[in-house]
């Protein structure tokens, strides 16, 4: 990593960044655990059309200086169409 800066969590409890080749997420143990019970619950939802998604944005966790992100579980594994 090029050099640890310490997210701001005024506006948000999550941040995601990419930084020498690695995608990097910063939480508060609030954010973090809200995380884990979104990608839980969309593990658990029935798939339509081979996948299912979130984005990240739309559930108000992100700093201000967050990436965007998109979580997506597919029902087939290694299935080119």
Do not use: W
Not at 2 to 8: E, N
Not at 36 to 55: F, P, T, V, W, Y
Request: with cysteine; aromatic share 8%; hydrophobic share 40%.
């Amino acid at each position: 990593m090029s050099g640890f800066q310490r997210p701001i969590f005024d506006s948000g409890c999550l941040e995601l960044f990419y930084d020498s080749n690695e995608i990097c997420i910063y939480g508060t143990r609030k954010g973090l655990s809200r995380l884990a019970q979104i990608i839980a619950q969309l593990a658990e939802r029935d798939i339509k059309k081979g996948s299912e998604h979130i984005h990240l944005e739309d559930y108000e966790l992100l700093t201000s200086d967050s990436l965007r992100a998109v979580i997506a579980v597919f029902d087939d594994i290694g299935q080119a169409k």
